[in-house]
C-alpha cells in the first residue's frame, strides 16, 4: 500500500467510520469550522452590497441576494452552530463529565456526524443550480412554491434539511440515552454539571420539534411535485399552516442554539470564581422553563398575519413570561463572579461579553414581543439585529469561549494568549459596529432583504459593513490563531506550568488502565496554564 493510499486508509478509518466520540466529536468540529467559515464569507457579500445604496457586486439582482442571504442563514444554523454545540461539544465532554467510557449508542452516533455530509453538499449544489434557492432559511410558500421557483433547487433545500433533521435526531436521542443510561454510580441527575442539563434539555427540544419541521417541508416538497395542494390557495389549501408549522419548529430552534451556550457559560463562570454556579438547582428549572416556554410562543413571528386580538394577546403575554427563567439564569450568573478574584484571560472576557450582549439581545426582544410594536418593527432591520445579537453575540460567542476554554484540554497545545486577545476585542467591536446600528435602520423603517434602499439610509449602512469587515479580520486571526496553536501549541505548553492531579486520581487503576482514552490522560496530557483547568475527573 503505497503512502497516499495508507494516509487515506487511516484518515477514514479514524474520522469517517470512528465510533469514539472524540474522534466523532472532532469530525464535528471540522465541518463546523467549514461551514462556519462559508456563512462568514456570504455574510461579508451580503454586507458590501449594502454598503451604498446602488447595486455593487451581485449585478441588481434581488434573486441572487436572496439566495445569498438563504445560504448565510442556512450554514450558520444548521451547519454551524448546532454541529459546533449538539456536535463537538456535547460529544465531546458529556461523556467525560458523566464518567461514561463512550455515548450509549456510538454507530448511530457515527451515523448522524456523516449524514451532514451529504446534507452540506446538497445546500452547496442548491446554490449553483438555475437561480438557486432565494427564498430565505424559512422557505415560504407561495415563494417557495413550483409558480415562483421552478426549477430543482428548493427541493434540494428541502433534501438538505431532511437529512439535517435526520442527523440531530439521531444525535438527540443519543445523547438522552447515554445521559440517562450511562451516568457514573452514585451520579444523580441534580448533581450533573450544568452544561450536562443543558445538553439533555437541548436533544428534547430537537426530539420534539424536528418532527414538526419534517411534516411541513414533506407537504411543501408534494405540493411542488406530487400535485397536493397543502398550501395552495387555489386548491383549498392554507400558506398560512406552513408559517404555524415552520415556527413550531423554528422558534424551539432559538433555543436549541443558546441553551448549549447557557451551559458553557455555567462551566466557564463557576471556574474562574472558583466557586458552584449561585442557585443550580434554579437554574436547572430555569433552562427547562426556557425549553417549555418556547413550544407555546411560536405565533410571535406571525403578528401580522391577521391573528385576532385575543390570539395575540396570549402570544405576547406567553412571550415576555420567558424574560423571567432567563432573568433567574442572568442574575445566577452574576451572583457567581460576585466576590470572586479573577484573570481576565480569552474565555473570561468571551463569557462576559456574553453577559452583556446576550441582554442587550433580550430587551430588544421584549419589545417586539409586543404585538402593537412587532406590527411596526416586523421584516425591518430591527428584528436582523435583535437576533444577531442573541446568536451572533450570544451563541457565537459562548462557543468561541468553549473553544478557547477547553481546547488546550482536549488538543494538549496551548493558544497565543496574546494574540487571542486581539481576537475578541476586534470580534466585540466589529460584531456591535455590524449590528447595534441596524437596530436604529429598523426604527427608521428599512425592510430586510432588499438589495437597494433609499439614500435616507445610506449612512447606518455603511457603518454596519465597515463592521463586518472588522469582523471580517477577527474571523481570519482566530483562523491563524488555531493554527498557530495546532503547529507551535507545543512550545508553550511544554513552558507550561504542570497540573495538579489529586492522589484518588493517580490510584484508580479504572483512570490509568482504561482502553480509551481516559479522563486523567484529558486532564495530563496538555499541561496548560493552571487556570484553564479543573482538577476533577469530570471536568
Known sequence: MNNIAKFNYNWSQRWLFSTNHKDIGILYLIIAIFSALVGTSLSILIRLELANPAPNIMFDSGQIFNVVISAHAIFMIFFFVMPLSMGFFANYFVPLMIGAVDTSLPRVNNIAAILLIPSILLAVLSTLIESGPGTGWTVYPPLSSLLSHSGVSVDLVIFSLHISGVSSLAGAINLMVTIINMRANGLTFTQLPLFVWSI?????LLLLSLPVLAAGLTMLITDRNFNTSFFDPAGGGDVLLYQHLFWFFGHPEVYILIIPGFGIVSEIISRYANKPIFGSIGMIYAMGSIGFLGF????HHMYIVGLDVDTRSYFTA????IAIPTGVKIFSWMATLFGGSFRLTVPFLYTLGFLALFTIGGVTGVALANASLDIAFHDTYYVVGHFHYVLSLGAVFSMIAGYYYWSPKFLGLNYNEYLAQIQFWTLFIGANVTFLPQHFLGLNGQPRRISSYPDAFYGWNLISSIGSLISAVSVLLLAYIIYDQLVY???RTLNAIP??????IESNENFINNEHRTSLE????????LHTFNTTPIC
Open 200 to 204: 439533555f434539555i437541548t436533544a428534547i
Open 499 to 504: 497540573v495538579y492531579v489529586p492522589d484518588f
Open 522 to 529: 484529558w486532564i495530563t496530557s496538555s499541561p496548560a496554564p
Open 318 to 321: 406567553a412571550t415576555l413570561i
Open 296 to 299: 407555546c410562543v411560536w405565533s
Open 489 to 491: 501549541g507545543y512550545k
